[in-house]
């Protein structure tokens, strides 16, 4: 039987990022992908962003994820010879003088200094509406994700190392020199699965919410937007005179179709930010794998310990995905722990109740 290191379940932004420690690390390994139109990682808007926009506050270790983040696709980029990261500023719109305040207050804050311009900037776009003007986020832009995935499997496919299949989760079986799949031995697997995670028997256990979000691409000539623009929705420039505009975000959703309602709220608000004529030429869909406390599900199966899994990625994968494969990597390889706040033994209490 052949053996590998590693099996990955799962080729999203999570898997990616750990297809990347193996390579750099010399092991073998083999990804199988089942493929969807819906996977997150498909549909992201692909914004980086290391602040909370609603309350001026920095995200879960900001400093270290956007580090590590941005060195990761520079890397990708090289790798696979093509752009994937457009460094753009993203602009948050000002509701009124007092939040001006606030923002600049903030900028002065240690945690912050290093992401926000204390400047507030004024809005000189007659199509943008914005009285009380901009603040300004450093360190952000947007990866073009669709791309990376294409290109990523391609580059896989090309070292057969990718097997376009649905991992059946029956037809794994555990021995103690390692996990048989298909006539194979792996040291480990790996699930990287998003939502699809909901099915996985083994950690099915865990409080993973479906967060369904959509999303509309735009025409809009009249608009002349070069950067990231967040009010009550985003508007991502992605190529000339074309924008993505959203997000939604629910998680009590009742079908898994794009909805007429969605497209009309992303509308509505928008309207609410630009004053020009602008066309839906796309309406995209998805589903975030959130978790209940919003951290991310990292660690080892309780029993079958051979079994890991790297989840939970929830609304900010493109820079969270990066920094939690090499803690993941870190741990199953040197035995290195796991913050408390992202392995899933935080969890283990619901498994015993199950
Ligand atoms: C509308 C929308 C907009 C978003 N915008 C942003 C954004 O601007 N910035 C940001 O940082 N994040 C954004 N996100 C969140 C981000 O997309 C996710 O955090 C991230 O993509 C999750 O990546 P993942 O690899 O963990 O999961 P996924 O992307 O869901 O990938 C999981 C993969 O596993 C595969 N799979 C599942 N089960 C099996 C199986 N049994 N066998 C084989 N393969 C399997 C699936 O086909 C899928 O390809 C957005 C999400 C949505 C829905």
């Given at each position: 039987?052949?053996?590998?290191?590693?099996?990955?379940?799962?080729?999203?932004?999570?898997?990616?990022?750990?297809?990347?420690?193996?390579?750099?690390?010399?092991?073998?390994?083999?990804?199988?992908?089942?493929?969807?139109?819906?996977?997150?990682?498909?549909?992201?808007?692909?914004?980086?962003?290391?602040?909370?926009?609603?309350?001026?506050?920095?995200?879960?270790?900001?400093?270290?994820?956007?580090?590590?983040?941005?060195?990761?696709?520079?890397?990708?980029?090289?790798?696979?010879?093509?752009?994937?990261?457009?460094?753009?500023?993203?602009?948050?719109?000002l509701?009124?003088?007092?939040?001006g305040?606030?923002w600049?207050?903030?900028?002065?804050?240690?945690?912050?200094?290093?992401?926000?311009?204390?400047e507030v900037l004024?809005?000189?776009?007659?199509?943008?509406?914005?009285?009380?003007g901009?603040g300004?986020?450093?360190?952000?832009?947007?990866?073009?994700?669709?791309?990376?995935?294409?290109?990523?499997?391609?580059?896989?496919?090309?070292?057969?190392?990718?097997?376009?299949?649905?991992?059946?989760?029956?037809?794994?079986?555990?021995?103690?020199?390692?996990?048989?799949?298909?006539?194979?031995?792996?040291?480990?697997?790996?699930?990287?699965?998003?939502?699809?995670?909901?099915?996985?028997?083994?950690?099915?256990?865990?409080?993973?919410?479906?967060?369904?979000?959509?999303?509309?691409?735009?025409?809009?000539?009249?608009?002349?937007?070069?950067?990231?623009?967040?009010?009550?929705?985003?508007?991502?420039?992605?190529?000339?005179?074309?924008?993505?505009?959203?997000?939604?975000?629910?998680?009590?959703?009742?079908?898994?179709?794009?909805?007429?309602?969605?497209?009309?709220?992303?509308?509505?608000?928008?309207?609410?930010?630009?004053?020009?004529?602008?066309?839906?030429?796309?309406?995209?869909?998805?589903?975030?794998?959130?978790?209940?406390?919003?951290?991310?599900?990292?660690?080892?199966?309780?029993?079958?310990?051979?079994?890991?899994?790297?989840?939970?990625?929830?609304?900010?994968?493109?820079?969270?995905?990066?920094?939690?494969?090499?803690?993941?990597?870190?741990?199953?390889?040197?035995?290195?722990?796991?913050?408390?706040?992202?392995?899933?033994?935080?969890?283990?209490?619901?498994?015993?109740?199950?």
């Amino acid at each position: 039987m052949k053996k590998f290191d590693f099996l990955i379940v799962g080729l999203g932004l999570s898997g990616i990022s750990f297809c990347e420690q193996l390579e750099a690390g010399g092991h073998s390994f083999l990804v199988y992908e089942k493929g969807t139109d819906a996977s997150a990682s498909t549909v992201a808007g692909g914004l980086y962003n290391p602040v909370v926009l609603k309350k001026f506050t920095p995200i879960w270790n900001a400093t270290e994820q956007s580090k590590t983040a941005l060195t990761f696709y520079t890397r990708l980029e090289q790798k696979l010879q093509t752009q994937l990261d457009y460094k753009l500023p993203v602009l948050r719109k000002l509701a009124n003088a007092r939040e001006g305040e606030l923002w600049k207050e903030a900028s002065q804050k240690e945690t912050l200094k290093e992401f926000l311009d204390s400047e507030v900037l004024l809005n000189d776009n007659p199509h943008i509406l914005a009285e009380f003007g901009f603040g300004k986020v450093k360190h952000t832009g947007r990866i073009d994700t669709g791309k990376l995935l294409i290109a990523y499997a391609d580059y896989l496919r090309s070292k057969q190392l990718l097997v376009q299949e649905k991992i059946e989760y029956t037809n794994i079986k555990h021995t103690s020199y390692g996990v048989i799949y298909h006539n194979k031995v792996y040291r480990f697997v790996v699930f990287c699965e998003g939502c699809g995670l909901l099915k996985n028997p083994f950690f099915n256990y865990l409080p993973l919410i479906e967060n369904k979000g959509e999303l509309l691409q735009i025409f809009a000539p009249g608009l002349q937007l070069e950067k990231i623009l967040k009010g009550p929705i985003f508007i991502i420039p992605i190529k000339k005179d074309r924008y993505l505009a959203g997000t939604t975000y629910d998680h009590q959703f009742t079908n898994r179709l794009p909805t007429a309602e969605s497209k009309n709220l992303i509308i509505s608000k928008l309207k609410t930010m630009v004053d020009c004529e602008f066309t839906v030429e796309d309406h995209f869909l998805g589903f975030r794998p959130t978790v209940l406390d919003r951290r991310p599900l990292l660690g080892k199966h309780p029993i079958q310990t051979r079994l890991a899994l790297l989840n939970g990625m929830g609304t900010r994968g493109v820079l969270l995905a990066p920094s939690m494969a090499k803690n993941l990597y870190c741990y199953l390889l040197f035995d290195i722990p796991l913050d408390k706040e992202i392995d899933i033994r935080r969890y283990e209490k619901r498994l015993k109740r199950d």
